[in-house]
């Protein structure tokens, strides 16, 4: 079961790294099915990572909520709909809304609406000092960062608003939020109950979250936000701290906030790999791998050029002996040195009319039933035997002819004559 801890600093707010195991968080962990399992407030950074030890949970997503005005909430009207080019337009698009150079503002980038993409500007320097205070918790993995007042739950058609002592947090319908002192609401709601001259009156509802104690705390200046007869005032009661209804509202998804956490600040998602401590070595393994498929790809080029050169080099031999010979090539000068060897060695260095018969009758048998000798005759002045023969198809006389080659004899069909039946032709072999 996956877990997700809220976590929110206390006040003051100066310098959020200073002294981090003295800072005090409010915090609560809901579990997968949406049920608070544990809750603290003023609890030092200790006590819940030690309270997420007792329970034997590791992995827990973290979510760190910032104060509301540590984020300006914008607008950006850009055309692109590739990721790429909305990032290059996007400091641009909304430049004209932030009060400080636009290079040290940290931009988040929200979804898309009617009036353009919602976008969450923070100064690049508190980012970086709010990522370092939140990361790094033990038994947790850091998740998102989101401005506190962007969870309160969105009210349709108007604004949500929940006292917090001091400060107040609001957001609307939009997607807008900002936080500020409790002592200015009323002007704030005074604000709201003035129309827009092209707009037809309406009443806008307003939905007021707090403690019992805070409204009875603040009775003045509810009495203020109530005052204007264009709004709409209901009242919730929290039973516990204001974080619990942020964290209710952002696990139920009833707000749309934006995660801080990108570009730069961006947090890995998802568990650390387990072969992240093998990377170097399967780094090595690769380029070991490519060096060697490169070297046996340069040893197989280098023995393939060997072996060309040495069958040229006996192609070269062959020919200085044997000049006449065209048919021998390098595939084939092998088988036939072999065959002239063999002659050579049972016939001496004559072959006479027996030899030739007997290499005849040898590949005969090796073509018997497509090739008949019609006659044959021998001369002994020139040591040729010549066989008059028939076959199915002059292939299978080139079958026979390059047979007797194959034994080292000078073999040649000549007269060859096609017929409706097969072919026939002469067949003349000598001793080569």
Known sequence: MSYRLYVRPLPPFSDPGENPEDRLFNWVLYDAGGDAQAQGSRDRRSTIEQTLSQNGLEGVLLAGLIPGDEALFCTADIPAKQSRFINQALPYAVEEQIAQ????????????TPEGYRVAAVDRDRMATWLELFRGWSHTRLDAIYPDA???PMTEGGWSICLDGESTMMASDRGEWLSMQSANLGMFAHTLAVPPSEDVVAEVPVVIY???TEFEEQQAVLGELMAPGRLSVRRESLALMP???LAHSHHHHLCRPINLCQREFSVKGGKASPFKPWKPLIAVAAVWFVVQVALEAGMGFYYQQQADDMRQQAMAVYKNAFPNDSRTHAGNVKRVIEGQLRMAGSDGPDVDFVTLMKYTGQQYSEVAGSVT???????QSRG???????????????ALRNGLSGQGLEAKIGSVVNESSGARGRLTVSGG
């Open 384 to 398: 040729e035997l010549v066989v008059d023969v028939r076959a199915q198809s002059y292939d299978r006389l080139s």
């Open 101 to 112: 150079d636009i290079d040290s503002v940290h931009l988040a980038l929200g979804p898309h």
């Open 150 to 152: 962007s969870l309160l």
């Open 210 to 212: 707090a403690t019992d």
């Open 373 to 379: 000798f019609n006659s044959i005759n021998y001369s």
């Open 243 to 245: 974080l619990e209804l």
